[in-house]
């Protein structure tokens, strides 16, 4: 089946560190690429859509600035957060799909926890 | 705002047991409703994209059905196995995205 790499799979920094984590899909071409955040006991929630080569879709109450995007090929896209604080502790999960018919292929998610 | 509910929030069930559960859904500009199964230290896995009212689609021992018209969908597991534990996650298509439920937990205990 269709394989999502995410890494890295945890990371833990200080207060005020930018972070990247990277999204690829192996085997097939993902059109649209989703980030999710999850907080404790809670659904995923939607924080942002990409498509390749172009801007990210953002959820509404989803800082631009503070969660950048880039959905530059298409097999990669990058979650970079910005200067984190410890309120963007939280486990983050890509997910990537090629048509809109088909299923969401999640990535392992990532654990970041700031200090 | 868009709600997805699933119940229940957790099941513990004895090994050889069949369980169910439920999703429900706004019933109103249906596309389509997906199913995952989200094992411990792994990504979820999709196990359905369901579309038509009335469908039921089967994979193994576990089988789904949908209401579009009611808004929900039953998740149905089959002689459960311990191997089956895992959180079971709904997911409503909107537009272009995916609203998830909180998921139901399942526990199977041999």
């Known amino acids: 089946g269709a394989v999502v790499s995410q890494h890295p799979s945890r990371v833990i920094c200080k207060s005020g560190t930018s972070v990247k984590i990277e999204c690829r899909s192996l085997d097939f071409q993902a059109t649209t690429m989703f980030w999710y955040r999850q907080f404790p006991k809670q659904s995923l929630m939607l924080m942002a859509t990409s498509n390749e080569g172009s801007k990210a879709t953002y959820e509404q109450g989803v800082e631009k600035d503070k969660f950048l995007i880039n959905h530059a090929s298409l097999t990669l896209s990058t979650l970079t957060v910005t200067s984190a604080h410890p309120e963007d502790s939280s486990f983050y999960i890509c997910s990537a799909r090629d048509w809109v018919d088909q299923p969401q292929h999640f990535g392992d998610g990532t654990r970041l926890s700031i200090l | ?110």
Not at chain 2, 19 to 33: D, G, H, I, Q, R
Not at chain 2, 39 to 59: H, I, Q, R, Y
Request: proline content about 4%.
């Open chain 2, 1 to 110: 705002i868009l709600n997805v509910e699933q119940s229940p929030q957790s099941l513990h069930v004895q090994e050889g047991d069949s369980t169910n559960f439920t999703c429900s859904f706004p019933s109103s500009n249906f596309y389509a409703l997906h199913w995952y199964r989200w094992e411990t230290a792994k990504s979820p896995e999709a196990l359905f994209v369901m579309t038509l009212n009335g469908d039921e689609k089967k994979k193994g021992r576990i089988s789904a059905t949908l209401n579009t018209k009611e808004g929900y969908s039953y998740l149905y597991i089959k002689g459960s196995q311990p191997e089956d534990s895992a959180t079971y996650l709904c997911a409503f298509m909107y537009g272009n995205k995916l609203v998830f439920g909180a998921g139901t937990i399942l526990r199977v205990k041999s």
